[in-house]
Structures are given as structure tokens and as C-alpha cells.
């Protein structure tokens, strides 16, 4: 990704963050074959390659429309060797022999099967492949593992929370999230982010950011609206004299984290690291609407939440790292720190020549700082 910033007014930028990338992909085919070349290299440890064939990916997301000529990568950034060798065999025969090789690749496969549970990330997943273990099966059973409990969750409810998440369940969600939040503080304001808020029908979980007004709220909230939703499940199995809690207890799984934020921290390199906001990974059960699954005989499904509550003075920043995508964020970040001399990350942005937190009340207002147009939401699918 070597091409200079300023680009002509028709050519792509090699920033996600100067590109607008809608959910329309019509290149579906070359990306899908170059992602699943990025995921193979993460599974690897092999950060560096795997983010050039993202990039790759992520510029061919943001054309208005499919490639019809191997030449006409010439003209777009981030698109090495590798990946217009790949590009080039899809056009001549349809498929990349090289992927068809990855995902027949039993590492890859156990890999990809193992990072699938609520838990289990690429370390993990490589130990147990390393140890000879190919199936759940032998996993629960290999006496030496000691699971977490996220991971013990994420076995247990594997089957619902692998299953995506609609957007009316996120809407569902919603409600009750709200219910819950507001009668802990009624100031307070609960939005939908991530996937979602870009306009994805379907997610793999639903992310809500949490805005309070009064300073020091965003520090209470999250463990308040945890105790509602078990009191509420202690209410009602008191009113109706009731069967068992599994039946009633719509928190299946919980794990809050308490802010480590300071005010004074300058923003992180580390992409990858986790913000210091208070927040809370659930597994919440959301009841059906339609049928009931007769198999499991129950009328609800396990859906991942997360939870974020950052103070009010940083909303805007922990909003726009949470919006995503994970590229858009990871090229905002890049384009602060080598096009304008300053650091970005979910917590602030620094101007290293004036050594000043730029204070931002909304999104608008941090492209602003960084003299980028404004990017909507749906328009950072990148
Ligand atoms: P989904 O849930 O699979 O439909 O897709 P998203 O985009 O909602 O992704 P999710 O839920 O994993 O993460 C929510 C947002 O958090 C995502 O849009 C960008 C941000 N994010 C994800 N991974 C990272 C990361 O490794 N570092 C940082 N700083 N932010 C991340
Ligand atoms: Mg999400």
C-alpha cells in the first residue's frame, strides 16, 4: 500500500476512511477467495500478509462495480502481486486453486471450527490443533482442558449463537436492553452499533452503546441494568410460583468489565487491544417469534450481546471505533497517525503538534478534525 495520499480526484484512495463502502459488493467472488486467504494467514500468526490481502479485499468492496479486466487492478492501491495472481486465476477458471487448497486444509478447518465458539480465539484454537483435536467431541472430552467460562457458554449455547442474528432480533433486543437501562436511569440512551448500524441485516451479535449524561454514570450503569435483568427474572418467578429458572432467567451468561479508563491516557498504537470503557459481554435469551424450536422444545434462542458505556465527553469516539468496520477503524487510525500527525483511538484524538485532546461532541466532528469528508455509517463497510 505504497501509493501516495494525495490522490486525483477520480483515483481510490488507499484509505478505507477516504473511500465510501457500501454493503453493494460486485466483487463478492475476489474478495471472498482474498478473505478467506486473510483468515488462513491470521490462523497462521502472519498478521502482516493477512491484513495486505484485507486491504486488497476492502478496496475491491468500494468499487461501483465488478472488475471485467485484470488490468484494471493496475489502477486501484493495495493490490500486490499476490493478490492480482489470485484475482487473475478466478477470472481464467472461475475459483483459486490456492483457496480451494485452504479451505480443504484440515488446520484451516479445525482452526475455523475451534475460533467459532464464544471464547475460543487463535491461540486456543491452535494448542488444541496442535494436540491432535479435530472435533467438539474431543475437546469436551480430553480430560487435560480446563475451559473458561465464556468458553463453557460457548459450547453450551454453540448451536444458537453460531446461527446469525437478524435484524429483528437486534430490534427485539433493543427493547428489552432499553427497558432495562432506562429504569436504571432514565437520562440515559441506549443506540445500536456495529454490524447493524452499517445496515447489515444479519450480525453474528448485537453491539449497543450506552450514552448517560450525568458524569460518573457511565461507571454504574452496566453492573445496575446486569442486577435488573436477574431481578426481573426473581420478580417474575415470584409472581408465577414458577417451573424453573432456566425457563424464566433471560441472562444466560455475563461477564462485565470494569472501566480502566483515564482521561489523561494518550491514544493506543495497539489496534487490537480492547478500549478501557465499562462494558459487558452477555448471552442473553430472546424469545421467538414465530415457531417454537421443537426440538429443543423452547420458544427462545441464545443471542450474543455486548454492552459499552463510555463517558459522555468521549461518546463520539468510542461511537465511531464501534461502528466499524474493523478496516474502517484500522484505516482512520492509520490515516490520523500518517497523514495528520495525530493519535486515534476509541477513547480520543491527540494533535501530537499542539499536544491537545481534541474535544468531539459527535462523528461529524472528528472527520472534521481530521479535514476527511464526512462518511456515513452505511458507507464504512469497508
Ligand atoms: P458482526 O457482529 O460480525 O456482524 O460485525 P461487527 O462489525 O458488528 O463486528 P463486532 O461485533 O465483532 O465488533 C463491533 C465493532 O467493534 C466493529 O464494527 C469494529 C470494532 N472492532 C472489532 N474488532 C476490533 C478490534 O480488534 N480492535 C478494535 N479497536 N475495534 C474492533
Ligand atoms: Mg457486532
Same mark, same amino acid.
Given at each position: 500500500?505504497?501509493?501516495?495520499?494525495?490522490?486525483?480526484?477520480?483515483?481510490?484512495?488507499?484509505?478505507?476512511?477516504?473511500?465510501?463502502?457500501?454493503?453493494?459488493?460486485?466483487?463478492?467472488?475476489?474478495?471472498?477467495?482474498?478473505?478467506?486467504?486473510?483468515?488462513?494467514?491470521?490462523?497462521?500468526?502472519?498478521?502482516?500478509?493477512?491484513?495486505?490481502?484485507?486491504?486488497?479485499?476492502?478496496?475491491?468492496?468500494?468499487?461501483?462495480?465488478?472488475?471485467?479486466?485484470?488490468?484494471?487492478?493496475?489502477?486501484?492501491?493495495?493490490?500486490?502481486?499476490?493478490?492480482?495472481?489470485?484475482?487473475?486465476?478466478?477470472?481464467?477458471?472461475?475459483?483459486?486453486?490456492?483457496?480451494?487448497?485452504?479451505?480443504?486444509?484440515?488446520?484451516?478447518?479445525?482452526?475455523?471450527?475451534?475460533?467459532?465458539?464464544?471464547?475460543?480465539?487463535?491461540?486456543?484454537?491452535?494448542?488444541?490443533?496442535?494436540?491432535?483435536?479435530?472435533?467438539?467431541?474431543?475437546?469436551?472430552?480430553?480430560?487435560?482442558?480446563?475451559?473458561?467460562?465464556?468458553?463453557?457458554?460457548?459450547?453450551?449455547?454453540?448451536?444458537?449463537?453460531?446461527?446469525?442474528?437478524?435484524?429483528?432480533?437486534?430490534?427485539?433486543?433493543?427493547?428489552?436492553?432499553?427497558?432495562?437501562?432506562?429504569?436504571?436511569?432514565?437520562?440515559?440512551?441506549?443506540?445500536?452499533?456495529?454490524?447493524?448500524?452499517?445496515?447489515?441485516?444479519?450480525?453474528?451479535?448485537?453491539?449497543?452503546?450506552?450514552?448517560?449524561?450525568?458524569?460518573?454514570?457511565? =461507571?454504574?450503569?452496566?453492573? %445496575?441494568?446486569? *442486577? @435488573?435483568? &436477574?431481578?426481573?427474572?426473581?420478580?417474575? +418467578?415470584?409472581?408465577?410460583?414458577?417451573?424453573?429458572?432456566?425457563?424464566?432467567?433471560?441472562?444466560?451468561?455475563?461477564?462485565?468489565?470494569?472501566?480502566?479508563?483515564?482521561?489523561?491516557?494518550?491514544?493506543?498504537?495497539?489496534?487490537?487491544?480492547?478500549?478501557?470503557?465499562?462494558?459487558?459481554?452477555?448471552?442473553?435469551?430472546?424469545?421467538?417469534?414465530?415457531?417454537?424450536?421443537?426440538?429443543?422444545?423452547?420458544?427462545?434462542?441464545?443471542?450474543?450481546?455486548?454492552?459499552?458505556?463510555?463517558?459522555?465527553?468521549?461518546?463520539?469516539?468510542?461511537?465511531?471505533?464501534?461502528?466499524?468496520?474493523?478496516?474502517?477503524?484500522? =484505516?482512520?487510525?492509520?490515516? %490520523?497517525?500518517? *497523514? @495528520?500527525? &495525530?493519535?486515534?483511538?476509541?477513547?480520543? +484524538?491527540?494533535?501530537?503538534?499542539?499536544?491537545?485532546?481534541?474535544?468531539?461532541?459527535?462523528?461529524?466532528?472528528?472527520?472534521?478534525?481530521?479535514?476527511?469528508?464526512?462518511?456515513?455509517?452505511?458507507?464504512?463497510?469497508?
Amino acid at each position: 500500500c505504497a501509493h501516495p495520499s494525495a490522490t486525483p480526484e477520480s483515483a481510490v484512495s488507499q484509505y478505507a476512511c477516504q473511500r465510501r463502502t457500501t454493503l453493494d459488493n460486485h466483487n463478492k467472488i475476489f474478495t471472498d477467495a482474498l478473505e478467506v486467504l486473510a483468515e488462513n494467514l491470521e490462523f497462521c500468526g502472519n498478521l502482516g500478509q493477512s491484513l495486505a490481502f484485507r486491504r486488497a479485499a476492502s478496496v475491491l468492496k468500494s468499487l461501483p462495480a465488478a472488475l471485467r479486466h485484470l488490468q484494471e487492478t493496475q489502477r486501484l492501491p493495495c493490490l500486490g502481486e499476490h493478490s492480482r495472481a489470485i484475482i487473475e486465476e478466478i477470472f481464467e477458471c472461475g475459483s483459486s486453486s490456492r483457496v480451494e487448497e485452504i479451505l480443504n486444509d484440515e488446520r484451516y478447518r479445525t482452526m475455523k471450527l475451534f475460533s467459532s465458539v464464544f471464547g475460543v480465539g487463535p491461540k486456543t484454537s491452535e494448542n488444541w490443533f496442535f494436540r491432535g483435536l479435530r472435533t467438539f467431541e474431543q475437546v469436551l472430552s480430553e480430560p487435560s482442558i480446563r475451559l473458561n467460562r465464556m468458553q463453557t457458554a460457548g459450547f453450551l449455547f454453540y448451536e444458537d449463537i453460531s446461527n446469525p442474528v437478524s435484524r429483528t432480533e437486534a430490534n427485539a433486543l433493543k427493547i428489552l436492553v432499553e427497558e432495562a437501562v432506562i429504569c436504571v436511569n432514565p437520562s440515559a440512551t441506549v443506540s445500536i452499533t456495529g454490524g447493524f448500524s452499517r445496515g447489515k441485516e444479519f450480525g453474528h451479535d448485537v453491539d449497543f452503546i450506552i450514552k448517560t449524561p450525568e458524569a460518573g454514570q457511565e =461507571d454504574v450503569i452496566l453492573p %445496575a441494568v446486569i *442486577e @435488573r435483568f &436477574k431481578s426481573q427474572v426473581q420478580k417474575r +418467578l415470584f409472581q408465577q410460583k414458577v417451573l424453573s429458572e432456566d425457563c424464566l432467567n433471560i441472562l444466560l451468561y455475563s461477564d462485565f468489565q470494569e472501566s480502566t479508563f483515564d482521561l489523561r491516557q494518550l491514544p493506543t498504537h495497539c489496534f487490537e487491544a480492547m478500549d478501557h470503557f465499562s462494558k459487558c459481554f452477555l448471552i442473553i435469551k430472546l424469545k421467538r417469534e414465530q415457531e417454537t424450536d421443537a426440538r429443543a422444545g423452547r420458544d427462545w434462542r441464545a443471542v450474543r450481546v455486548d454492552l459499552v458505556a463510555p463517558p459522555l465527553e468521549r461518546f463520539a469516539y468510542a461511537l465511531l471505533g464501534w461502528t466499524g468496520s474493523t478496516l474502517f477503524g484500522r =484505516d482512520l487510525r492509520r490515516f %490520523a497517525r500518517l *497523514e @495528520r500527525g &495525530k493519535l486515534l483511538d476509541n477513547h480520543a +484524538l491527540y494533535d501530537k503538534a499542539t499536544n491537545t485532546f481534541l474535544p468531539a461532541n459527535t462523528e461529524e466532528d472528528i472527520f472534521a478534525h481530521l479535514g476527511l469528508e464526512y462518511i456515513e455509517p452505511w458507507q464504512r463497510n469497508a
